[in-house]
């Protein structure tokens, strides 16, 4: 990917203990990764106390910072909007998440022409269009709860490949209509993130991607 740093070696400390193993490491490293839900932040929007002053500090010397994130929900965009709210000085280019990568994946690894059947939301699909690439599927699929219903589907010919991320409206049209697609060997198949569940501070259980793409990859067995 032509925006990546390359850096001669990759570091992986043992647990920092004191300000001088902080100090030893930050010195011996050229380019910083950092993930963002839990790690800059937590809940929905709240800072790590002095993740923000870190962050600019290592910037101010010299210090390549990337964001990183398996979060396809929101567009780099968004990202962005979010990370200003929090007191972050973070550009588009800083920040690769899964819908990013997913999007890049497709256009210029794979030359991807088609159209995608999109299991996810609208920050997914904004970073798909970003590269020009057209999808289908976002938002409320109705279901009558009729089987006839899901027989009468009529796949779009065009779509040959099926791109899941987080949805909020997962339900099993989108299920079927996923399936259906792949049982075309032509299409194509990613997931944005391994997820079984999303993180949370409740009891409540959620599912996550992996689990719908599991399903989905099943049904075709």
Not at 43 to 48: L, T
Not at 70 to 91: A, I, P
Not at 204 to 213: D, E, H, L, Q, S
């Amino acid at each position: 990917m032509e925006s990546v740093v390359q850096t001669s070696r990759t570091c992986v400390p043992e647990e920092l203990k004191s300000k001088q193993d902080w100090c030893a490491l930050e010195e011996s490293v050229d380019t910083f990764l950092f993930d963002c839900d839990g790690v800059l932040w937590t809940g929905v929007a709240d800072p790590i106390p002095g993740a923000s002053e870190l962050v600019k500090s290592l910037k101010q010397k010299g210090k390549a910072v990337y964001f990183v994130s398996n979060n396809s929900s929101k567009s780099r965009k968004e990202y962005v909007h979010k990370f200003t709210k929090l007191g972050f000085d973070v550009s588009e280019s800083d920040i690769f998440t899964s819908g990013y990568v997913s999007a890049y994946c497709l256009k210029n690894v794979l030359n991807f022409r088609k159209k995608v059947y999109l299991i996810g939301m609208s920050g997914l699909e904004e970073e798909l269009r970003a590269f020009g690439i057209h999808s289908t599927g976002t938002g409320c699929d109705p279901y009558n709860g009729q089987l006839d219903s899901l027989m009468e589907m009529q796949p779009d010919p065009e779509v040959e490949a099926v791109l899941v991320g987080y949805d909020s409206h997962f339900a099993i049209t989108k299920l079927s209509k996923a399936a259906t697609y792949l049982s075309n060997p032509k299409c194509v198949f990613i997931a944005t993130n391994e997820d079984n569940r999303l993180p949370n501070k409740t009891h409540v259980v959620v599912p996550g991607v992996w689990f719908w793409a599991f399903a989905i990859t099943h049904m075709l067995v």
